[in-house]
């Protein structure tokens, strides 16, 4: 398969609509069309079933969506990481969510610039969940994952540690002094639903919580009595004065990963995961 053809797949799969696709894509629905029909012929499958109003991705569909969204990440990344080596400059690119595992990540970049063979950190700063695409597609180098909310899938990986949850509550809330709340007290806190995050494909779920993209815009949600969040407990070590956190025990535990590509040979990249894991 060539990439031409898979990103042409890519986008008739994320539209679900080859008119869509087409203007996406820049060029004329019937070349398109054409594309597809060879490549499912090339390939000995149907892709799509081709409804009079409707097209629905089959189970063969679905493999090569997930499959050949890989590996145009993996092009790109290769693309990115020449032209990065081209420059000769050395470095690297760690990614992490903004907001979550501040005082690690503090902690991490201090401890490896002391290192004698440390390299410059150029750190990237994401939203929700965007960690995995910006390592799979070659703008970050490094990661730090959030287990079980992020995939690891394809990556090797480094445990750093596991902590529990809490749930952050407006500082006048009448239950910000509880020793703990239960996961079904904290579903049923009246006036504060749980917040919505993006998925993957930039939509929101449907409910009746606020929409939120960032830390900073969701603490203050938060402390205007607009939502409750669960978070890992680290959170504690910048909360601010407006907002209390109460443990959460029967919430799932929270693991914080470094993952990084299984081909990556860089010596530096191999410093630096030592230094996470030795802290």
């Keep these: ?31 398109l069309s054409r594309a597809i029909q060879q490549l499912e012929r090339r390939l000995g499958v149907t892709l799509f079933d081709r409804g009079n109003r409707a097209v629905a991705l089959t189970a063969a569909g679905s493999v090569l969506l997930r499959e050949g969204r890989a590996a145009l990440d993996a092009v790109a990344a290769a693309e990115r990481r020449t032209r990065r080596a081209a420059t000769g400059r050395s470095g690297l690119v760690l990614v992490a969510k903004a907001g979550a595992s501040a005082e690690l990540v503090s902690k991490l970049l201090d401890a490896y610039a002391a290192e004698p063979d440390s390299v410059p950190v150029e750190m990237l700063l994401c939203g929700v969940g965007e960690q995995e695409r910006l390592l799979r597609d070659g703008r970050a180098d490094v990661a730090l994952l959030h287990l079980p909310f ?3 899938a394809g990556f090797d990986t480094e445990e750093l540690r596991t902590e529990r949850q809490v749930v952050l509550l407006p500082a006048g809330h009448p239950l910000a002094n509880r020793a703990h709340l239960t996961l079904a007290e904290v579903d049923a806190l009246p006036g504060l639903p749980q917040p919505r995050w993006p998925g993957p494909d930039g939509s929101y779920p449907e409910g009746p919580g606020p929409e939120v ?19 890992p407990e680290s959170v504690r070590a910048d909360l601010r004065r ?11 535990t929270v693991t914080t990963v470094i993952a990084w590509p299984p081909h990556s040979r860089s010596q530096a990249l191999a410093g630096l995961v030592r230094t996470a894991t030795r802290l």
Excluded: C, K, N, W
């Design 242 to 252: 407006d907002l209390a956190a109460v443990p959460v025990p029967d919430a799932p």
């Design 1 to 31: 398969m060539e990439t031409r053809e898979l990103r042409y797949f890519v986008a008739v799969a994320e539209e679900l609509h080859f008119g869509r696709a087409a203007q996406r894509l820049g060029i004329a629905q019937p070349p």
């Design 150 to 152: 992020d995939s690891t």
């Design 213 to 231: 993209r960032e830390h900073a815009q969701l603490f203050q949600l938060v402390a205007l009595g607009r939502t409750a969040v669960i978070l």
